[in-house]
């Protein structure tokens, strides 16, 4: 069974950091892309970032591009949102995925989802 364990969420003033963690088992990440995902309350899901192991590619969009670094410890089957300058748009759950699916690397589709974890940022 994939499993999809994410730390790290919490309260932090606008202009703070935090950096969240997910291991994963089940699969690894020398073979599968893996990301975060996050949803505020009252708006759609948004695709966050993503990094492949297997074609070295990463990706992080726009909106929190220069401020989120995404990074992976393939010996520790675990990835890392380091997120810098955090803005009160910034709040959301925050959703550790696995691209298991079809397609290839961060283009593969999303089938494994872990537990939310929180991000509250304060202004």
């Known amino acids: 069974d994939v499993q999809l364990q994410a730390s790290g969420g919490g309260l932090v003033q606008s202009g703070g950091s935090l950096r969240l963690s997910c291991t994963a088992s089940g699969f690894s990440l020398a073979a599968y892309a893996i990301g975060w995902f996050r949803q505020a309350p009252g708006k759609e899901r948004e695709d966050v970032a993503c990094i492949s192991s297997s074609d070295t590619s990463t990706y992080v969009t726009a909106s929190v591009k220069g401020r989120f670094t995404i990074s992976s410890d393939n010996a520790k089957n675990t990835a890392y949102l380091q997120m810098n300058n955090l803005k009160p748009e910034d709040t959301a759950t925050y959703y550790c995925?696995?691209?298991?699916?079809?397609?290839?690397?961060?283009?593969?589709?999303?089938?494994?989802w872990g537990q939310g974890t929180q991000v509250t940022v304060s202004s």
């Open positions: 995925v696995g691209f298991t699916g079809s397609g290839y690397g961060c283009n593969a589709g999303v089938d494994d």
